[in-house]
Nanobody
């Protein structure tokens, strides 16, 4: 079982920023595209962003374009999600996922492995 460990969530006010981190075992990280999802109870999971194994291709869903930035540090086996201008509707459980592919294109993305998540709560 591959363990992905997220951190960085918390309670912030609208307009604030947070940076989420996800540490992945190196053997998996080095050959995986990485993505971030969020889940709100009673709603469908939302695919937010993804980055290919080399960091040369990214994807963002429309609702976070211009506010969220995905990046990866291959030396630290870590993928990040920088979230700026947070809104109350961004409140959710955020989790990262790994897709075992070394394709140059980040899509399609399959969440082969998934972390347990980190809670983000944005208040007015």
């Amino acid at each position: 079982q591959v363990q992905l460990v997220e951190s960085g969530g918390g309670l912030v006010q609208a307009g604030d920023s947070l940076r989420l981190s996800c540490v992945v075992p190196k053997r998996t990280f080095d050959r995986s595209a990485m993505g971030w999802f969020r889940q709100v109870p009673g709603k469908e999971r939302l695919f937010l962003a993804a980055i290919n194994w080399s960091g040369t291709d990214t994807y963002y869903t429309d609702s976070v374009k211009g506010r969220f930035t995905i990046s990866r540090d291959n030396a630290k086996n870590t993928v990040y999600l920088q979230m700026d201008s947070l809104k109350p509707e961004d409140t959710a459980l955020y989790f990262c996922a790994a897709d075992l592919t070394m394709s140059d294109q980040v899509l399609p993305f399959r969440d082969v492995y998934r972390g347990q998540g980190t809670q983000v709560t944005v208040s007015l």
